[in-house]
């Protein structure tokens, strides 16, 4: 992807040269979307080794027990096959010229231009657009024209519904229905195996001949998966010809298809479909790019100005707002973000523990109620938590590593990847003892709660949440021989490091959880015993209450070395050291494993990811900063960064620290994780968690925002190349514009319904 000043600036992202091998990057990468569904940008003609995936959120199917639940790839809605004079458009034979595929991230709305010269010699001119609507969550929108450049041409285009696609081999979808309609309007049904979710899919085209409509003759077929129309037009030299088509896709599982019957959802589905059609791609377009505006560029405006770099840094962090919002379901509260959005089918839907500590610290500070819903899900999969404690022997809430839909409990696979030393499947641990999760998820409530200013959730779901992960917590503790109790055998954040004792991150976290459940336990019994009578029976509050205060006055807590190195472990400093220069800087991620197994890697001090670190700014006010310094540049030079989740935490570290050349380098790359030239990088999906982190290295780490204790901190420091950062955040109810130069830092409180109260630069202030 070329890094074209004049067109980020635009915030364009473009693709200047067409490469077959690689497809997988800009299929991600440029993918399209809205929450309900994430689009994969394969392109209209097809390739081999092109990854065509519609995902829709929340519509989870389990293909066989011997797999996990996943989001199942529905049917293919974007091919539109060209022949030009009979041959097959496509970029591997013949020849062409002019090519470049543009994504406007401002709008939404992918193009691509390219001049080709089929192998018989004929010339055409194709553009090619392409829309997701924002505002019609169910809509998408293509436009395919061929200008006929020399000799007269025969078009023929072949579009339809394609179902004939599967999650890498895997059929999720008995056949369903196929028809036409008015020989005009493509219909086609499926439904999921397992979670028996029926998806209605319909399309329709339009064309014109040099802006005039035109009516051409459909040539029908249905087949096996698939049903699609054949068009044939012949072009004289000049001619444009335009093909639009339409489509849309509903589910059963719909909010807003709730009590539709099938037949009823297909023929709601099929008059949407004619009323999007009616009013045409252009202005199908503007809405949606009207709707981009309002819901993210106005709702969370970011400016960078300084040198060029600045330029991109800037289109780096709008590209991470851009996909923050297409993978987040702001529709609906039963489904949460996927470890790789809506964009491919990496981690296969699922939710990890990326959503509180990485992603949600964006929506909080722009988008509450967004982020409000993500905390609603957690609620609402609490039957999940509850089995998974009880399978575990466990009480309270346990909440799964990988989530999916609402009770399906733990969703992480089993095996993944393969030994390089025995040849078999890796077992993945996380799934049973990356239990740090369960905290995560209290922090996430509270964290929400606090920022927002949302007492509501507080009292319908945040108060349980935090007390029933609490009660996981006392029941999970062990009793040690020195009279303290120990978390044992667990997987950290850091994950070369399995059955670890005490790892620091979780033990903290399980202890703050601990403590925020016996102070809102306090709290309420004389602030509201009515909400604390409610709880005490759902949660038998007198029963556990001991066991909370008790576990938290007596978990150990890792304390510092001699040298201020806070253990992450209790055998990670024990470890061998070698020399990891060679995949400290590697292309391609987890380098190591294919020079150790797991087992050897335990034994190294080598970090897949940040680990402790993450705890230094969660509970910032916890570590001195001596510690923090100490311990940042122990990780660090042990750290290969295999995790796309680890370079944003150790930057926003370092701006804390005031290292801010280090802070502004590792944030950079943090930023390229998706948008640099690593080509095989995002192929199974974007890294969703890794766009919170380039929005938090900003604004928590040179913007120096953070909520400690309740309370708002805003303590800019700039990196050299900038000269001035300037952004809204949301607290409290009241919206805030921050302009941080490097010798001056203003605060205006835009919504001025209610004082605020905040830090700046170490000073107390009344907003
Ligand atoms: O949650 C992360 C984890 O920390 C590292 N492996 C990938 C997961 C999903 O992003």
């Given at each position: 992807m070329g890094m074209d000043y004049s067109k980020i600036d635009r915030w364009i992202l473009a693709e200047d040269s067409f490469d077959p091998v690689h497809l997988g990057k800009c299929e991600a990468v440029m993918s399209l979307g809205n929450g309900y569904l994430g689009l994969r940008s394969a392109t209209e003609e097809k390739y081999l080794g092109e990854t065509r995936n519609l995902l829709i959120n929340g519509t989870f199917d389990l293909f066989d027990s011997s797999e996990v639940t996943e989001l199942p790839n529905?049917?293919?809605?974007?091919?539109?096959?060209?022949?030009?004079?009979?041959?097959?458009?496509?970029?591997?034979?013949?020849?062409?010229?002019?090519?470049?595929r543009e994504l406007n991230i401002h709008t939404g709305e992918l193009t691509r231009?390219?001049?080709?010269?089929?192998?018989?010699?004929?010339?055409?001119?194709?553009?090619?657009?392409?829309?997701?609507?924002?505002?019609?969550?169910?809509?998408?929108?293509?436009?395919?024209?061929?200008?006929?450049?020399?000799?007269?041409?025969?078009?023929?285009?072949?579009?339809?519904?394609?179902?004939?696609?599967?999650?890498?081999?895997?059929?999720?979808?008995?056949?369903?229905?196929?028809?036409?309609?008015?020989?005009?309007?493509?219909?086609?049904?499926?439904?999921?195996?397992?979670?028996?979710?029926?998806f209605v899919l319909n399309a329709v085209h339009r064309f014109a001949l040099n802006g005039v409509p035109l009516e051409l003759e459909t040539d029908v077929n249905i087949d096996r998966r698939v049903i699609y129309a054949d068009y044939t037009v012949e072009l004289k030299p000049g001619d444009a010809f335009t093909a639009e088509k339409y489509a849309n896709v509903s589910t059963t599982r719909d909010l807003d298809c709730a009590g539709l019957s099938v037949p009823q959802l297909q023929a709601r589905t099929l008059e949407a479909l004619k009323a999007s059609a009616d009013l045409g791609y252009q202005a199908l377009a503007e809405e949606s790019a009207a709707q981009w505006r309002l819901e993210v560029w106005e709702k969370a405006p970011i400016e960078i100005s300084g040198d060029k770099n600045s330029r991109m840094d800037l289109f780096a962090l709008r590209f991470a707002q851009y996909h923050m919002r297409l993978m987040l379901p702001r529709h609906d509260n039963r489904m949460n973000i996927g470890a790789k959005g809506l964009s491919g089918e990496g981690y296969k839907g699922h939710c990890f523990w990326d959503t509180e500590i990485f992603l949600l610290p964006y929506y909080m500070f722009t988008d509450p109620e967004a982020a409000r819903k993500l905390e609603e899900y957690r609620y609402l999969s609490l039957p999940g938590a509850h089995k998974k404690a009880q399978d575990n022997g466990y009480q309270g809430a346990m909440f799964p590593w990988e989530s999916a839909w609402l009770d399906d409990g733990e969703t992480c696979p089993l095996y993944m990847g393969t030994d390089i030393l025995t040849g078999t499947p890796i077992k993945v641990w996380s799934g049973i003892i990356e239990q740090h999760i369960t905290a995560d998820v209290a922090f996430g409530a509270w964290q929400y709660a606090t920022i927002a200013g949302d007492q509501d959730f507080l009292e319908r779901y945040g108060y349980e949440l935090i007390m029933d992960t609490a009660t996981f917590w006392a029941s999970r503790l062990e009793p040690g021989e020195d009279g303290r109790y120990h978390i044992n055998d667990v997987v950290g954040p850091d994950e070369y490091h399995e059955h670890v004792n005490d790892n620091a991150f979780t033990n903290y976290m399980a202890c703050w959880n601990l403590n925020k459940a016996i102070a809102y336990h306090d709290h309420l019994k004389t602030a509201d015993p009515a909400l604390f009578q409610r709880l005490d029976e759902k949660l038998s509050l007198s029963q556990v209450y001991p066991k909370w205060v008790d576990g938290a006055a007596r978990l150990y807590l890792p304390q510092p070395t001699a040298e201020g190195i806070l253990p992450m472990d209790d055998r990670f400093m024990d470890g061998e050291e070698i020399d990891l220069s060679k995949y400290k800087n590697q292309e391609f991620v987890a380098g190591i494993m294919k020079d150790y197994n797991l087992d050897q890697i335990q034994r190294l001090q080598v970090c897949k990811q940040a680990d402790c670190l993450v705890l230094f700014y969660l509970l910032e006010d916890q570590?001195?900063?001596?510690?923090?310094?100490?311990?940042?540049?122990?990780?660090?030079?042990?750290?290969?960064?295999?995790?796309?989740?680890?370079?944003?935490?150790?930057?926003?570290?370092?701006?804390?620290m005031g290292e801010l050349e280090m802070a502004y380098d590792l944030f950079r790359r943090a930023s390229m994780i998706d948008l640099?030239?690593?080509?095989?990088?995002s192929d199974a999906g974007i890294h969703a968690a890794s766009f919170g982190g380039v929005w938090q290295c900003?604004?928590?780490?040179?913007?120096?925002?953070?909520?400690?204790?309740?309370?708002?901190?805003?303590?800019?420091?700039?990196?050299?190349?900038?000269?001035?950062?300037?952004?809204?955040?949301?607290?409290?109810?009241?919206?805030?514009?921050?302009?941080?130069?490097?010798?001056?830092?203003?605060?205006?409180?835009?919504?001025?319904?209610?004082?605020?109260f905040v830090t700046l630069n170490g000073v107390e202030t009344e907003l």
């Open positions: 529905a049917a293919d809605v974007t091919a539109m096959e060209l022949w030009i004079d009979g041959e097959r458009f496509s970029l591997d034979q013949g020849g062409y010229a002019g090519y470049s231009q390219v001049e080709w010269t089929s192998p018989g010699g004929s010339r055409v001119g194709l553009s090619f657009r392409r829309m997701v609507s924002l505002k019609r969550l169910h809509d998408i929108a293509m436009e395919v024209t061929v200008i006929c450049l020399d000799r007269p041409v025969t078009v023929k285009l072949r579009s339809g519904i394609d179902a004939r696609v599967t999650n890498t081999g895997t059929q999720h979808f008995t056949e369903g229905e196929k028809r036409f309609y008015e020989k005009k309007y493509i219909q086609l049904l499926e439904t999921t195996l397992q979670s028996d979710i029926t570590f001195p900063p001596e510690v923090k310094r100490a311990s940042w540049a122990y990780y660090e030079a042990r750290t290969v960064h295999d995790s796309s989740l680890s370079l944003s935490t150790h930057s926003v570290q370092a701006a804390d640099g030239p690593y080509m095989g990088t900003v604004i928590y780490g040179f913007g120096g925002v953070r909520m400690l204790n309740g309370k708002l901190r805003i303590q800019p420091n700039l990196p050299c190349g900038w000269d001035r950062l300037d952004f809204t955040l949301m607290w409290k109810g009241q919206r805030l514009r921050v302009s941080a130069a490097k010798d001056s830092l203003t605060v205006e409180n835009l919504t001025k319904t209610a004082p605020v």
